[in-house]
């Protein structure tokens, strides 16, 4: 007869005997044929790695009952014993109450789906595990963020989760459409901040993810004056074993003439060309095929037209580049335009191994003048 019986609510508490853990009853008011049941029969959660199948011991599991209007309410949560035991003594179960169990020992929640009956349910956690790793240089790829995309019908993908790495770069995850949808995990190069993909994964298991490569470093330099040329585009094409070429990337180059590549395939078969514009003109590099340090030498023939009144550089003047003939029939090449000192800075093919002429128009008579022979630089 407690106090103001039929007034207030009481509950009751008691040790259960299926988990050992305090019980609380519902509201009793003072009505007659109220109930307190103690020792249900268990429903117990069995929380496994879902890699490696290990007992998850010293993990909160929790006790969800779903209502009959689709709501959830939290009724008990347990932590795991050494077997990855959660045991719950639950009202209702075999009598129509439904219940899901939960839990999230790792990045992802995991749920059992609905329950009506007592019993042992596996739990199974991080049934995929990827191993991110860095490309630079193999280590894990620890403490940075990853996206986890989930491949859709049409193909494209869609934002799934953001996800952070630990110190040892493995992710222990479980999307809810694994096994229905592929996933896709996408992350930045270390090497030039670009995103790389990993390959799809369409089932659980164990993989591992190597962020990018290597890298390319190139550095942009004029190569008769032999300085590096800052804040000037840089792109790299995918070459085919047909010689076409792909565009790829394209990066700009810092105070120190640097520019970094991150490259799929650089250094395992793969082969790119590299292609600026420092004067005005595209020059491309030879074939690159492997990862590291990369000089990219430009203006390998530099020559200044003089004005022949001051000797002065005579800057805007229009030359025409040709390829040097015995014969005197020099064959063309490709045009250009000096800069405000006189000078251009060419790359045409063999520079350095054959020779070729500059021809422009005079303003003295009006007629076209040659230069003598300009080899360049190989």
């Known amino acids: 007869?407690?106090?103001?019986?039929?007034?207030?609510?009481?509950?009751?508490?008691?040790?259960?005997?299926?988990?050992?853990?305090?019980?609380?009853?519902?509201?009793?008011?003072?009505?007659?044929?109220?109930?307190?049941?103690?020792?249900?029969?268990?429903?117990?959660?069995?929380?496994?790695?879902?890699?490696?199948?290990?007992?998850?011991?010293?993990?909160?599991?929790?006790?969800?009952?779903?209502?009959?209007?689709?709501?959830?309410?939290?009724?008990?949560?347990?932590?795991t014993d050494t077997a990855g035991l959660a045991k719950f003594d639950l009202d209702g179960l075999g009598a129509g109450r439904v219940y899901l169990l939960k839990a999230q020992p790792y990045l992802q929640a995991v749920s059992s789906g609905e329950l009506t009956t007592a019993g042992t349910r596996p739990l199974k956690t991080g049934k995929l595990q990827v191993q991110m790793l860095d490309g630079r240089n193999g280590t894990p790829y620890a403490w940075s963020d990853v996206t986890l995309l989930e491949k859709q019908v049409d193909g494209s993908l869609k934002g799934s989760a953001s996800l952070?790495?630990?110190?040892?770069?493995?992710?222990?995850?479980?999307?809810?459409?694994?096994?229905?949808?592929?996933?896709?995990?996408?992350?930045?190069?270390?090497?030039?901040?670009?995103?790389?993909?990993?390959?799809?994964?369409?089932?659980?298991?164990?993989?591992?993810?190597?962020?990018?490569?290597?890298?390319?470093?190139?550095?942009?330099?004029?190569?008769?004056?032999?300085?590096?040329l800052s804040g000037q585009e840089v792109h790299a094409y995918e070459k085919a074993s047909d010689g076409t070429l792909t565009w790829r990337a394209v990066r700009t180059t810092d105070g120190?003439?640097?520019?970094?590549?991150?490259?799929?395939?650089?250094?395992?078969?793969?082969?790119?060309?590299?292609?600026?514009?420092?004067?005005?003109?595209?020059?491309?590099s030879d074939a690159v095929s492997a990862t590291g340090f990369s000089g990219f030498r430009v203006g390998k023939l530099q020559a200044q037209v003089l004005d022949g009144q001051t000797g002065q550089g005579k800057g805007g003047q229009t030359v025409t580049l040709k390829r040097w003939q015995a014969d005197g029939n020099h064959i063309w090449t490709m045009s250009a335009t000096t800069d405000a000192q006189g000078w251009v800075k060419l790359d045409p093919p063999d520079a350095g191994k054959v020779a070729y002429v500059l021809t422009a128009v005079s303003p003295t008579d009006g007629q076209e003048k040659i230069s003598g022979q300009l080899w360049g630089s190989p």
Not at 55 to 77: C, F, I, M, N, P
Not at 202 to 219: C, D, H, I, Q
């Open 1 to 79: 007869d407690p106090p103001d019986a039929g007034k207030v609510a009481y509950v009751l508490t008691a040790v259960s005997p299926t988990d050992g853990q305090e019980k609380i009853s519902g509201q009793l008011w003072g009505s007659p044929g109220q109930q307190f049941v103690l020792g249900n029969a268990a429903l117990a959660a069995q929380l496994q790695d879902g890699v490696s199948g290990a007992a998850l011991a010293g993990q909160w599991v929790e006790a969800w009952e779903k209502l009959t209007d689709g709501s959830q309410v939290l009724r008990a949560k347990r932590k």
């Open 164 to 228: 952070r790495t630990d110190g040892t770069g493995l992710l222990k995850l479980d999307p809810t459409q694994l096994g229905v949808r592929p996933y896709v995990l996408r992350a930045l190069s270390k090497v030039d901040g670009k995103q790389k993909d990993s390959p799809e994964y369409a089932a659980g298991g164990s993989y591992a993810f190597t962020v990018g490569g290597a890298g390319l470093t190139v550095r942009l330099i004029d190569h008769v004056r032999d300085t590096w």
């Open 256 to 284: 120190n003439g640097l520019a970094l590549f991150d490259l799929d395939g650089l250094g395992s078969g793969k082969v790119y060309v590299l292609q600026a514009q420092p004067f005005g003109y595209s020059v491309k």
